[in-house]
């Protein structure tokens, strides 16, 4: 069998069906068009996640303290100011600030008691 004979062959079969042709070059089109939505969609997403990553870029850092425990976190002690002072020191280093962060502190208000995270920041 030539390829002459091939290619004769397939354009009496698209002759005689067209409806069947017709549907095939959709779901290809369809396919093809999901395929590009789906890949331009997950390219848009990545690049806002990073652009919104990127506030916590490598010129901002946090240090915490202790060690991680298995099933109980990060255990340690905190930093002193002198810790901050020789932090500060660092060269490159443009702000160091200590935070005092996941304190739960309770308050009663009209005899209701509420549990909150407080997290303060000094200069």
Known sequence: MKLSDVGSMAFESLRERKFRFALNLLGILI?????????????????????QLEVFGPQNIMII?????????????????????IISKVPKVKIATPIIANRMVSFNVRGRTFFVEVFGVTN
Do not use: K, Y
Not at 39 to 49: E, F, K, M, P, Y
Not at 65 to 85: A, F, H, K, M, N
């Open 31 to 51: 396919g093809c068009t999901a395929v590009m939505g789906l890949v331009s969609l997950t390219q848009g997403l990545s690049a806002n996640i990073n652009s």
């Open 65 to 85: 303290p202790g060690q991680i425990q298995e099933g109980r976190g990060i255990v340690g002690t905190s930093l002193s100011w002198r810790d901050l002072e």
